[in-house]
């Protein structure tokens, strides 16, 4: 027989769990849903969705436009990655986040909810670019008190929102109502039509205290496309503007799109609107390697354009249009094989990528322009090599979408407020993410989610708007099934799992409260909570504690029975 065979009844009353001595204790903390960790704006998703669902509808706006000034825009044309990561697509579907957002928008709109501002701190900040990142950045130093004067060479604010997103997905009434609405903030002016050919004149001429670049990224890549006499090819950046000013540009019956990303397939679905009866896309890999989000992609191709993978343009001549057809290497380069096809085509579409007009910085050497045409950053100031100058948005580089860019200048007004007041801004850390794993859902409401209309396909030949909003029912409805991810909503299951009663309601918003005294350490708490918003922590060393030759407590504590 073994020793430890011989001792088993002590050692039983020692291990954890046995006996009167806690070993773990539950802490209530707060962490961070996947989806406002998936949201380059930063917003607080799962915050906003709660007074959502509980029919505050300006509180869930102003909670939401803490982070994201454009909620009627972003809930409209974002991409909405925030879906991609919600846990509740692993039990049915996704929350509609971006749906919500827009109806909180809209709703914004309507009753005319108008933002607030601190008062002035007597510092003038410029911001070259009215774009997402200016507008962003420009909102969120004037509730800091800051005076922002903002700088556009286009006719009309928005940068790419206004001049490169098609109506049919972005409606102009709401873009202009929601930038107006940052324009009319006390300390904010803003100024189109006005080029900066020289920032370091421009700041000194202005006696600004910092400027935030944002200038965007509007100038289209090229290649190098023979092109036959009277040949039409065009830039998709340049089309798409056109069109955004009213202008109808005459591509013929058949068009050819250049590239595979999400301006190639805008472009293809403008050229169906203004008249093109067949659109082909020349994209030169294949479909797993798309560069459009397949989203975007399938919109295009239900609409009925067509697209012709692992081909490149050869060139554009009297015939028509020759491509190439080519292999895909290990690496993602392509192998030219010689076979050449010739397809009918008026005009041709180049998208291919944008850069950004970076020649004002020409004359503050300190900030370096990188070999692909972007400005060079701390990343987490966004200062650049010029102390006071940020930058931020598509000419920075990164994921150019609009929303990473409406995160970029938030956090570079974070930075700009810290460094007026002589600091150095310190981004916060961030909580642990929750997984579907690390949620308790044994039983949970089966709940659809909510589809937004569309316009039938048969009915898109004009830029009408193609998706329609969620009705008041419907968007609380979908705001109602979060999860709640990582955060305590109050729901009283672990109240109620609680053998000790060990734990005490505080009052509606204000959580709960457990007294170790009466806590066991037992864990119910922590594995009732559906949302994962509980922790098991160790228990504390008591250094003066008497314990045997096993471990166990000699004079164990006794804990309290409530009355």
Not at 77 to 101: F, K, T
Not at 148 to 169: L, N, Q
Not at 430 to 436: A, D, K, N
């Amino acid at each position: 027989m073994k020793l430890h065979d011989m001792t088993q009844i002590m050692q039983d009353t020692a291990r954890r769990g046995v006996g009167s001595r806690r070993w773990q204790q539950p802490v209530y903390e707060h962490f961070l849903p996947p989806c406002n960790q998936a949201c380059p704006a930063g917003e607080d998703i799962q915050g906003w969705l709660s007074h959502a669902q509980a029919g505050a509808y300006e509180q869930a706006w102003r909670a939401l436009v803490a982070n994201n000034p454009m909620p009627a825009v972003h809930g409209r044309a974002c991409y909405h990655p925030c879906e991609s990561g919600c846990n509740r697509g692993s039990l049915d579907e996704s929350v509609s986040i971006h749906a919500v957002e827009r109806f909180l928008g809209d709703e914004a709109l309507k009753n005319g909810w108008t933002f607030e501002a601190a008062p002035s701190t007597g510092k003038k900040v410029l911001i070259v670019g009215a774009g997402p990142a200016g507008l962003s950045c420009a909102y969120h130093l004037a509730r800091q008190g800051h005076a922002v004067e903002v700088r556009d060479a286009a006719a009309e604010p928005g940068g790419m929102m206004m001049h490169g997103i098609p109506a049919y997905r972005l409606p102009r009434t709401e873009l202009q109502q929601e930038i107006a609405r940052i324009a009319a903030m006390p300390g904010v002016t803003l100024t189109c039509g006005v080029k900066v050919e020289d920032l370091a004149k421009a700041k000194a001429d202005g006696g600004f205290d910092a400027v935030f670049v944002a200038v965007g990224a509007q100038l289209a890549n090229h290649l190098n496309v023979p092109t036959g006499d009277g040949k039409r090819l065009v830039d998709a950046v340049s089309l798409l503007d056109d069109v955004s000013e009213q202008k109808k540009p005459q591509l013929g019956r058949v068009v050819a799109v250049v590239g595979g990303g999400n301006v190639a397939m805008d472009a293809a679905r403008t050229a169906q609107r203004l008249g093109a009866q067949d659109v082909v896309i020349v994209f030169r890999y294949d479909k797993d390697h798309m560069e459009a989000l397949p989203g975007e992609a399938a919109e295009a191709f239900a609409e009925g354009v067509k697209i012709r993978w692992l081909n490149v343009v050869d060139h554009f001549g009297a015939d028509g249009i020759t491509v190439e057809n080519v292999t895909m290497n290990a690496d993602g380069s392509v192998t030219p094989t010689g076979e050449t096809t010739t397809l009918a085509a008026d005009s041709v579409v180049m998208a291919v990528g944008q850069h950004s007009d970076l020649s004002l910085l020409a004359t503050t050497p300190k900030i370096t322009v990188q070999k692909n045409d972007t400005v060079a950053v701390d990343a987490t100031t966004l200062m650049t090599g010029e102390a006071g100058i940020f930058a931020g948005g598509d000419c920075i580089g990164g994921a150019r979408t609009m929303t990473t860019a409406t995160g970029h200048g938030k956090r570079a007004a974070h930075a700009i407020h810290a460094y007026l007041n002589g600091e150095t801004y310190v981004h916060p850390a961030s909580h642990t993410v929750v997984s579907f794993d690390m949620l308790h859902l044994p039983d949970y409401r089966n709940a659809p989610r909510r589809t937004q209309q569309e316009r039938p396909l048969t009915d898109r030949s004009t830029f009408d708007e193609v998706t329609a909003g969620l009705s008041e029912r419907e968007a609380r409805y979908e705001a109602g099934r979060c999860l709640s991810c990582g955060n305590c909503f109050e729901c009283d299951n672990c109240f109620a799992a609680c053998p000790e009663q060990a734990i005490t309601r505080l009052g509606r918003g204000k959580g709960y409260e457990v007294s170790l005294d009466l806590c066991t350490g037992c864990a119910l708490c922590a594995a009732q909570c559906p949302c994962h918003a509980i922790e098991m922590q160790p228990e504390p060393q008591d250094e003066h504690a008497t314990t045997g030759s096993l471990g166990e407590p000699i004079a164990p504590v006794d804990f309290k029975v409530r009355a």
